[in-house]
């Protein structure tokens, strides 16, 4: 079955703890987005990747790393969380060659809380 | 001002009836995505339209290039069709998204 899994799917951490989220898909996407979502912003673009060693910044990267080492892996990585992390984190895919031009396929959000 | 501003911002319904969101855009795009959000949190694409009409099932999807607007119809709505309902458009020949704010919809038995 053709999925973008992420994981964990919640997380509680403090302050200062480096933690990482995963993102794999299956589909031998080229494009892979990591977005965060709080209430009343809609969903806000953090990083993205058009192929493995190719990563950008997208519209609110600070506090954030990636790496894309590997086609289907897209890390996610918190060096020094903090409260204004607390939110609820997408991961998606894409590839101009899936048969449905440049949709997303996102995965099932890993909700943070950073106390 | 946001590039894609959806409208209503919230709608509640009865049952049956026929539903209208609205997507409008200021920006040169090459497709119009609509996805849905249940309440659970996941993210499901429902449709990419760079012109014309889509249907899938109860759902229809149109857009007008000239007019800059899409719209996304439900007919003979049902509450679970309740969820929250995201406009994005791709920008000419990239990759990126850009939001709407996403319409809230519920629809009551």
């Known amino acids: 079955e053709a999925q973008v899994t992420q994981n964990p799917r919640y997380l509680i951490t403090v302050t200062g703890k480096k933690l990482t989220v995963t993102c794999s898909q299956n589909?031998?996407?080229?494009?892979m987005s990591w977005y965060r979502q709080d209430p009343g912003l809609g969903l806000r673009q953090i990083y993205y990747?058009?192929?493995?060693?190719?990563?950008d910044k997208g519209d609110v990267p600070e506090g954030y790393k990636v790496s894309r080492k590997e086609k289907r892996n897209f890390p996610l990585i918190l060096e020094s969380p903090s409260p204004n992390q607390t939110s609820l984190y997408f991961c998606?895919?894409?590839?101009?060659?899936?048969?449905?031009?440049?949709?997303?396929?996102f995965g099932p959000g890993t909700r943070l809380l950073v106390l | 001002k946001n590039e894609v501003e959806q409208s209503p911002q919230n709608l509640t319904a009865q049952e049956g009836e026929f539903i209208t969101i609205n997507c409008s855009y200021s920006v040169g795009i090459s497709a119009l995505h609509w996805l849905q959000q249940h309440p659970g949190g996941g993210i499901v694409s429902l449709f990419m339209l760079s012109s014309g009409k889509k249907k899938h099932g109860r759902l229809i999807a149109t857009i007008n290039i000239q007019e800059k607007h899409s719209s996304l119809h439900i007919t003979a709505s049902h509450p679970r069709d309740s969820a929250v309902y995201i406009c994005?458009?791709?920008?000419?020949?990239?990759?990126?998204?850009?939001w709407g704010a996403g319409t809230k919809l519920i629809i009551k038995p």
């Open positions: 998606a895919s894409s590839s101009p060659t899936s048969g449905r031009g440049k949709t997303q396929y």
């Open positions: 994005a458009a791709n920008m000419d020949s990239n990759y990126q998204l850009i």
């Open positions: 990747s058009m192929n493995v060693e190719v990563t």
């Open positions: 589909m031998n996407h080229e494009y």
